[in-house]
């Protein structure tokens, strides 16, 4: 008999309150389950299923609803800028060490754009020019100004 079975056989009321006193159906209840495999261990998996189901239930009402949002966002998306690099600025900290740095920054016409701009700042000590790039890149065409840095004491940063 499977564990689902069992516990439908040994409601105690209407509610659906079981009648757990019974050490008969701890022990068919054991025997049920997977061998080696405890009632609280079967309780989780049972617990698990269910909210894994909630969720795949949850998933494509939630797809409706991101799409719906976005539809506006296709139709209005920001304009790209051109990117101008300056690239192994050397950047002074408190303790006189210089730190390497490229800074992306949006144009217009062949020209910086003027006025305050937000700013993305990435620091690695995976060698700026390898991976930095393709990030803050992105960020630049968006009109924010961008700068990667090595760490102090990694590739051209002392």
Same mark, same amino acid.
């Given at each position: 008999?499977?564990?689902?079975? *069992?516990? !439908?056989?040994?409601? =105690?009321?209407?509610? %659906?309150?079981?009648? &757990?006193?019974?050490?008969? &159906?701890?022990?068919?209840?054991? /025997?049920?389950?997977?061998?080696?495999?405890?009632?609280?261990?079967?309780?989780?998996? @049972?617990?698990?299923? &269910?909210?894994?189901? %909630?969720? *795949?239930?949850?998933?494509?009402?939630? $797809?409706?609803? /991101?799409?719906?949002?976005? /539809? %506006?966002? /296709? #139709? #209005? @998306?920001?304009?790209?800028? !051109?990117?101008?690099?300056?690239?192994?600025?050397?950047?002074?900290?408190?303790?006189?060490?210089?730190?390497?740095?490229?800074?992306?920054? +949006?144009?217009?016409?062949?020209?910086?754009?003027? $006025?305050? *701009?937000?700013?993305?700042?990435?620091?690695?000590?995976?060698?700026? =020019?390898?991976?930095? +790039?393709?990030?803050?890149?992105?960020?630049?065409?968006?009109?924010?100004?961008?700068?990667?840095?090595?760490?102090?004491?990694?590739?051209? =940063?002392?």
């Amino acid at each position: 008999m499977r564990l689902k079975e *069992l516990l !439908k056989l040994n409601r =105690s009321d209407e509610k %659906g309150i079981l009648n &757990l006193g019974d050490r008969g &159906l701890m022990r068919q209840v054991a /025997a049920a389950t997977s061998p080696g495999v405890t009632i609280e261990q079967e309780s989780r998996r @049972a617990e698990m299923k &269910l909210r894994r189901r %909630g969720v *795949l239930l949850l998933l494509p009402i939630l $797809g409706v609803l /991101a799409g719906v949002g976005n /539809a %506006g966002v /296709a #139709a #209005a @998306a920001p304009r790209r800028y !051109k990117v101008g690099i300056k690239r192994d600025v050397r950047v002074p900290m408190r303790d006189g060490v210089n730190l390497a740095t490229d800074i992306y920054y +949006p144009m217009e016409n062949g020209r910086r754009l003027k $006025g305050k *701009l937000p700013a993305v700042l990435l620091r690695t000590p995976y060698n700026k =020019s390898k991976w930095g +790039p393709r990030f803050v890149r992105f960020f630049a065409e968006h009109g924010y100004l961008s700068v990667t840095q090595d760490c102090r004491g990694r590739y051209k =940063s002392e």
